[in-house]
C-alpha cells in the first residue's frame, strides 16, 4: 500500500486515471488480491482513489487527499515541486508558532521557566554540530508549544514538519553562521517570553521563522 500511494502523491498515476486491474497489481507487488483489495481500501480512506462502476479504482484531485495523513506527507515532500509545500509550511508555523510563543509568555511558570532556559543553555554548547544543534532546535520549539497548552496546534506543526525534516531542502546545510544566527534568534523568543510580553514573543517567533527559513531555502527556486 505504501508504494501505491506514494506513486499516486508523486504523479506516477495522476488524478483522473485508473490503477492497474488487481491481478495486474497482484503481478506488480507479488502480493495476494487480498492484499491489494485491503490496500485499495486504505487509499479511499486517505482521499486518494475511489470505485467507479466500469472505471475501475480512480485516482482523485488532490482536493479530496487527507494531506495530514503522515503517508501522504511523506510524499509531498518528495515531489519534483515539493518546495511549494515547504514554503506552505513555514506559513503554517507561522500561523502557529505565534500565537504559541505569545500564550507561553502568558502562561510561563516557574518550572517552565527553568526548563525552557536549561534547554537554551545547553544548545549554546552544540553551535559546532549542526545535527545536534537542529535536533535541539526542536526541542526548543517543543517546549514553547507544551507551555502553550495547544496541544492542536503542537500536534499539526510536530505531524507536517516530521515528514519535511526528511527533505534535504527543508533541513539546508546550515554553516556557523547561520547557526549563530539562529541562536541569537532563539535568545530573542526565550527574553520575550520570560519577560511575559506576548506581543514581544511572536513577533521574535515571527522573525526567527522567516529569517531562518531565508537562509535554508534553496536559491533561484
Known amino acids: 500500500m505504501q508504494n501505491l500511494a506514494m506513486a499516486i502523491v508523486t504523479k506516477e498515476y495522476p488524478s483522473g486515471t485508473a490503477l492497474p486491474p488487481a491481478g495486474t497489481l497482484c503481478e ?16 479511499a480512506e486517505k482521499g486518494l482513489v475511489s470505485t467507479r462502476q466500469g472505471w475501475g479504482t480512480v485516482v482523485l484531485d488532490q482536493s479530496h487527499w487527507n494531506l495530514l495523513d503522515p503517508l501522504i506527507l511523506d510524499g509531498l515532500f518528495r515531489r519534483h515541486d515539493r518546495l511549494r509545500f515547504l514554503d506552505n509550511l513555514i506559513q503554517i508555523r507561522i500561523n502557529l508558532e505565534c500565537p504559541m ?3 507561553a509568555a502568558d502562561r510561563l511558570t516557574e518550572e517552565d521557566t527553568a526548563r525552557l532556559t536549561e534547554h537554551l543553555e545547553s544548545m549554546a554548547g552544540l553551535l559546532d554540530d549542526a545535527e545536534a544543534y537542529a535536533a535541539a532546535d526542536i526541542a526548543f520549539h517543543n517546549i514553547i508549544h507544551q507551555i502553550s497548552q495547544d496541544a492542536f496546534g503542537r500536534a499539526i506543526v510536530a505531524n507536517i514538519q516530521s515528514k519535511a525534516l526528511n527533505s534535504a531542502q527543508y533541513s539546508g ?23 511575559g510580553d506576548a506581543e514581544a514573543a511572536a513577533a521574535a517567533m515571527r522573525n526567527h521563522i522567516t529569517q531562518s527559513w531565508s537562509r535554508r531555502r534553496p536559491r533561484g527556486e
Do not use: C, G, Q, W
Not at 28 to 43: D, N
Not at 175 to 194: F, M, N, P, Q, S
Open 28 to 43: 506488480m507487488f507479488e502480493v495476494s488480491r487480498t492484499v491489494i483489495r485491503e490496500a485499495t481500501t486504505a487509499l
Open 101 to 103: 510563543a505569545s500564550s
Open 173 to 195: 546545510n546550515p554553516k556557523r553562521a547561520d547557526l549563530d544566527a539562529t541562536h541569537a534568534a532563539h535568545i530573542r523568543i526565550h527574553e520575550a517570553i520570560l519577560a
